[in-house]
């Protein structure tokens, strides 16, 4: 499966990588390897997240950050379609 970012997760990614690189660059570039590693990764094995809170999705628990990235599976497509990537400590949905 090939993963696609919508533009809401790229929102989230860049707000939150900048927000970091703000008072550490070099933390900036980790987490951002760290998760899009990770996700990309994900796509091989899209049904290893747990179910999401919302109807439809899974969710991605980032290890070694404090990010979800939430998904869907669209399998006739071969897509995994992140649609949001969220702090631990942020409300959802």
């Known amino acids: 499966m090939i993963v696609v970012w919508l533009q ?3 929102d989230d990614l860049d707000r939150n990588i900048d927000y970091i690189a703000e008072r550490n660059p070099s933390a900036a570039v980790d987490q951002d390897e760290l998760i899009t590693d990770q996700v990309s990764a994900h796509a091989n094995f899209p049904e290893m997240g747990r179910t999401g809170r919302m109807k439809t999705t899974r969710e991605l628990v980032i290890q070694g950050t404090a ?8 399998k006739r497509y071969k897509i995994v379609e ?6 631990g400590n942020q409300q959802w949905p």
């Open 82 to 87: 992140v649609i949001r990537l969220l702090h």
């Open 67 to 74: 990010f979800i990235a939430v998904y869907r599976v669209k």
């Open 8 to 10: 809401d997760a790229l």
